[in-house]
């Protein structure tokens, strides 16, 4: 008995065409299938975390190593023709205060913020929308954010029978406060109650010891940047390296965002992986430029497909403090299911001046100059050009992109890893739990394992598993029958063309190093 094509499962007509994607069914199969379950969801959750099931921390692993492997193992080839040179560190997520008073955080790493005196709620002023009926009518409606999906909820609740054509929309931080009056909050039945926004610092507090007094105060770190300042003189005097050079760290942050929301996008405690590139100042431009290709390419690398991202340079008014006196900010962006059509952040790839080793400099009082022999011993404080990019917001990225809705399958959607990122390789199935096909895909299993990560699947009828093996994005399924025992052959399927042909099954993991190699 060789492998049927399960009655269901038949080959689509024609590719499967681009489909609008939604969060919710995105979400669903995240829980269902094992990749993103609320933190301590027994417990009802916690607004802003999350936790990573098997699947998802696979994934996130995938992504980490990758990120990693291109950035300081194998890093690119420099415009010079020659690779570039880059090191690792894993810093303290808690570091001495001091650090984070000179970073700039601790005074002005803030958000601005509105409360709500009736429901006692708080929203980021910059993300509420306020509704103005064209008609002037005098009663405004705000919404948290620019959801189309909330925005018309909202109308169709409070806005007496008018549609969204009937509003323009600003930004609350657009209006003047003595409009405010006229406003009715996210989620009240009065108007006026909004008060004017008041900074609030995102950093997450804690102590360090026994000791309650303020001296034992100290941070969990909102970016993994400046355990690499921290470290630049460590580095520098232990690690051989010469400008221009950088040095790269993934690991977690915390910011207490005032409102975490679309899922993992922002949430209160993420992973970064980001890199400082250390620089003379005259060749900072030539290194900014080089970064936002090079970064926009791993992305591309890692499977997104070209039209789902975007490169986009911040306005002058949005630049950070350290951006404002170099070549600026640029984003790669994401076209993610609830910003399309339009893109939010994933990366940033700043020119942060020498601001940061010069801030450290000064508060810490030690030197953090570089004396440059190819520069005549000249001494200089680097300027650093930092591509910054979100890992579990990257987790995002990959599985939105790769949600592929087709009516053709059992399972209607499958996620379209590319082989080296999907979290599971292959699986390997023994067409029956009879025994004789148990022992060969075991067989299989245990040999395929050592190199790859791999699923051995045995009971449920073959449909449902490879329905299954879509939704998880495993881009190949071996199934062992009986021709198997005749003829040492198995059947492969593919995940996207869902297309079976037959190989002997001691060319199995030949099978999958091709696949994988480039992929
Ligand atoms: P945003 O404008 O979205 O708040 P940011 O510009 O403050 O982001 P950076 O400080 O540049 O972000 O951090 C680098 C990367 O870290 C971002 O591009 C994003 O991918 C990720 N990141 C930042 N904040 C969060 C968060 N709250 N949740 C998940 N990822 C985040």
Redesign the pocket.
């Known amino acids: 008995m060789t492998a049927p094509m399960p009655k269901q499962d038949k080959a689509p007509q024609s590719q499967p065409k681009s489909q609008p994607k939604s969060m919710k069914d995105i979400t669903a199969l995240c829980k269902r299938r094992g990749f993103i379950f609320p933190a301590s969801e027994i417990y009802g959750g916690l607004n802003g975390f999350w936790d990573f099931g098997p699947l998802g921390v696979e994934l996130k692993n995938n992504l980490r190593d990758y990120w990693w492997r291109k950035m300081v193992t194998t890093p690119p080839i420099g415009p010079d023709g020659q690779p570039v040179q880059i090191v690792g560190v894993d810093s303290a997520i808690i570091q001495n205060p001091q650090a984070w008073v000179a970073s700039g955080h601790v005074g002005g790493f803030s958000d601005p913020m509105v409360d709500c005196r009736e429901t006692k709620l708080r929203y980021r002023a910059d993300h509420i929308v306020v509704l103005i009926p064209k008609d002037g009518d005098e009663n405004w409606i705000a919404t948290a954010d620019d959801d189309p999906e909330t925005i018309e909820k909202r109308i169709k609740k409070v806005g007496k029978g008018k549609s969204v054509a009937n509003f323009e929309q600003k930004l609350l931080t657009e209006l003047d406060p003595s409009d405010y009056a006229k406003i009715l909050g996210p989620d009240t039945k009065e108007v006026g109650s909004l008060t004017e926004p008041k900074d609030f610092n995102l950093m997450f507090e804690t102590r360090v010891g026994a000791l309650a007094t303020s001296d034992a105060k100290a941070y969990l770190r909102p ?1 993994t940047a400046q355990g690499i300042f921290l470290n630049f003189k460590n580095v520098v005097d232990t690690a051989r390296v010469k400008m221009p050079f950088g040095i790269a760290q993934i690991g977690k ?1 915390f ?1 207490n ?1 005032v409102t ?1 929301r679309n899922y ?5 405690e ?1 992973e ?1 992986m ?1 890199m400082e590139w250390f620089c003379h100042e005259d060749e900072a431009k030539k290194w900014f430029d080089f970064w936002i290709n090079t970064r926009k390419e791993f992305w591309l690398e890692c499977g997104l497909k070209e039209e789902s991202l975007t490169i986009r340079p911040h306005d002058q008014d949005e630049l950070s403090h350290y951006a404002k006196n170099g070549h600026g900010t640029v ?1 790669v962006e994401f076209k993610f299911p609830f910003t399309d059509p339009g893109f939010g ?4 790839i700043a020119h942060r001046s020498n601001f940061d080793l010069t801030q450290h400099q000064e508060h810490s009082k030690q030197k953090l100059e570089y004396l440059d022999p190819e520069r005549n011993n000249e001494k200089y404080i680097p300027h650093v050009i930092e591509p ?3 890992l ?3 987790v995002l990225a990959l599985i939105s992109d790769a949600y592929t809705v087709d009516p053709d399958r059992p399972s209607g959607v499958f996620l379209d890893f590319k082989p080296s990122i999907a979290p599971k390789k292959a699986a390997i199935l023994p067409l029956t739990a009879k025994e004789d096909h148990v022992p060969l895909a075991t067989d299989l299993y245990l040999e395929l394992r050592e190199q790859y990560n791999v699923d051995l699947d045995i009971k449920q009828n073959i449909g449902k598993r490879y329905a299954r093996q879509d939704e998880i994005g495993t881009p190949f399924c071996f199934t062992i029958d009986n021709d198997t025992i005749e003829d040492k052959t198995i059947t492969v399927r593919h995940r996207n063309s869902m297309k079976q042909e037959r190989i002997k099954m001691d060319e199995a993991l030949s099978f999958m190093d091709d696949a994988m190699r480039g992929n």
Request: charge should be negative.
């Open positions: 970016e942050a910011r965002e975490p993992i996008y922002r949430s209160r993420f970064q980001e984003d952040e994933l990366e940033g910054a990019a979100g579990t917001r990257g």
